[in-house]
Nanobody
């Protein structure tokens, strides 16, 4: 059974940094595309970043140059390094993968950017 567990969220001031982690079980993060989504209050969930099995990455325009998605195959964990955080980055961040015809989500981790 696929399970994704996010951690690393919290309260940070504008301009600060956080690193989110997504620990996976039931799949290998090196074999499947892994993604981070976020959902701000009153808004739809949106794709933030994705890393493909070959290492290619994709970023939503507003986070390019500030966020970095990576993975540690030995730890079977995907990360989202977030720098230069802005108030508009405030959201619940979710880890996601799609495999065997199903979509899997973690429980989410809340990020609040505020002074």
């Amino acid at each position: 059974q696929v399970q994704l567990v996010e951690s690393g969220g919290g309260l940070v001031q504008p301009g600060g940094s956080l690193r989110l982690s997504c620990a996976a079980s039931g799949i290998s993060v090196s074999f499947y595309p892994m993604a981070w989504y976020r959902q701000a209050p009153g808004k739809q969930r949106e794709l933030v970043a994705r890393i493909f099995s070959g290492g290619t990455t994709y970023y939503e325009d507003s986070v390019k140059g500030r966020f970095t998605i990576s993975r540690d195959n030995a730890k079977n964990t995907v990360y989202l390094q977030m720098n230069s955080l802005r108030p508009e980055d405030t959201a619940v961040y979710y880890c996601n993968t799609n495999t065997q015809g199903s979509s899997y989500w973690g429980q989410g981790t809340r990020v609040t950017v505020s002074s």
